[in-house]
């Protein structure tokens, strides 16, 4: 790994992959991920958003909500709550390179912290800060 790969802002669309079935895309990519930061090689930030979707998500697909929640609320995840700077930030990510203000909350952090982003949605990559780096990229890298 290269000198940042130790630390990552990870995204919504990576996390669900740890929670999903097995014919999810990328899920392989995604558990290798998961399989380095339990190992302690690597350190996963995420803005506090990230708490909010990944109920939403798990909430409607996971076959044990309550339980899957509670197992992704145990994982030692870095939560950062937004500042009036990152939310700035991320609302002039949103106003030069399109999407959501959800989804550019991801990118403003990882320029806060000046580590990459690593998403499994190609369209949230194009929205993000030059940082992102796609799922499967990444992972090839350990």
Not at 58 to 86: C, Q
Not at 122 to 140: C, D, M, T, V, W
């Amino acid at each position: 790994m290269g000198a940042t790969d130790h630390e990552i802002v990870l995204d919504t669309s990576v996390l669900v992959k740890w929670y999903a079935g097995g014919d999810e895309p990328h899920r392989g990519e995604a558990l290798v991920l998961l399989d380095r930061f339990v190992g302690g090689k690597l350190e996963i930030h995420c803005p506090e958003l990230v708490l909010y979707e990944m109920g939403n998500v798990l909430g409607k697909r996971a076959y044990d909500p309550e339980g899957a929640f509670r197992s992704f609320l145990d994982l030692p995840l870095k939560i950062h709550r937004p500042g009036p700077g990152m939310l700035l930030r991320a609302l002039a990510i949103m106003a030069s390179k399109g999407g959501s203000f959800y989804d550019t909350i991801f990118g403003a952090l990882s320029e806060d912290l000046g580590i990459p982003l690593v998403t499994a949605d190609r369209q949230q990559a194009r929205h993000s800060s030059g940082k992102s780096i796609l799922l499967e990229a990444f992972a090839g890298r350990g």
